[in-house]
């Protein structure tokens, strides 16, 4: 029993390795208690060890079958797993089990969404709104599939019953600005960590495959074109680097290579890759404003600003950095003309940000930050960035030279 207190007391403070030991000794005394199991397999999880967590997990419902928290918690470690059918399952057998257990109606409704079944995966967020009215998450969640599909109304009603649970939510404020026409300067950072850190699993395979994503290959097409590396090599600075796709397209000419992202997780990935010199997990201009002034080269963008509506800072800080004859290569999405109204009424918008939760930007607004910064523009090219919904989604590759 002391054993079993001392776990429970460091699995709550986050101190799961100390909470694994308490388990052991336990279980050491007595192997047969299913919560023991249970709660080990839930710090095995929180450190990232799937295998073990399992284990736990399956020894827990072989001492009780009708365990539903640990069908539940077993069905989420399947899904991280990528074994999304046998994650179903499991996540259907804690609904059987208990059917009121409205957080299992919410991961069914994750991994039956990233199974491609939205019209499941809806009908299960709606089950565990009905079960728990306050349950934030299936909001969020329901919200960004009726926005997919289309259904922006009730989209943004379900992100305005996010907001009102959790007041101060960056990801239901970012969405509720997208749908309601408004357009900050910039998304928040703490849903731009959150969007990539749980994208990062599936982000190369997702971009590159299935949303034929291929800026970082065409950029470096410009970069090769407009400058010839100094000494034999460049010193590059990868901006929201991410998984590093831009680091494999560059780092053959690269003497230094070093990226900033705002995601640990994507940071992780691109760690993996041992293309980096240095990566840095900060917010982009807070990282450049620590850099030497002329330390770089080149500067790379890629799919960064299409979550930063306003570019003046971050301009001026790359100006800053590149020394003379360097160049600065980056995509945006492309901000469809003035409609005729508003071209009447004079409006002419530097960015917006799109329904989408992305920013798009005007050529007129390019234009004066590289002519304001005393930039050279050398390309700027209308291309398919890649797809969304099976639509194609145009944007601009840009190469400017300091």
Known sequence: MHYRNLGNTYLGQGNFAAAIGSYRRALALKPDLAEVHCNMGLALQSQGDLNAAVKSYRRALALKPNFAEVHSNLGLVLQAQGDLDAAVASHGRAIAVQPGFADAHYNLGIALKNQGKPDEAVASYRSAIALNPDHAEAYGSLGNLLRIQGKLDDALACYRHQLRIKPGNAEAQHHIASLTGNSPESAPAQYVEKLFDDYADKFDTHLVQALKYEAPGKLMEFVVKHLAPTAGKWDVLDLGCGTGLVGVAIAPLARQLVGVDLSGRMLEKARERNLYQRLEQLEMVTM??????????????????????????????????????????????????????????????????????????????????????????????????????????????VLWKN
């Not at 979550?307 to 003046?312: C, E, F, S, V």
């Not at 999405?333 to 009447?344: F, K």
């Not at 930039?375 to 194609?392: K, M």
């Open 288 to 397: 450049m404003r620590n850099e030497q002034a002329s330390s770089f080269d080149v500067i790379i963008a890629a799919d960064v600003f299409v979550y930063l509506g306003k570019l003046d800072e971050i301009i001026g800080e790359i100006k800053r950095l590149l020394r003379p004859g360097g160049v600065f290569a980056f995509s945006v999405e492309a901000l469809a003309a003035p409609s005729n109204d508003e071209a009447v009424q004079g409006v002419e918008r530097d960015f917006q940000l799109g329904n989408t939760g992305r920013y798009s930007h005007s050529a007129g607004y390019l234009a004066r930050l590289a002519s304001d910064s005393s930039f050279s523009i050398q390309e700027t090219v209308t291309a398919q960035l890649r797809t969304a919904q099976g639509n194609s989604v145009n944007g601009l590759l």
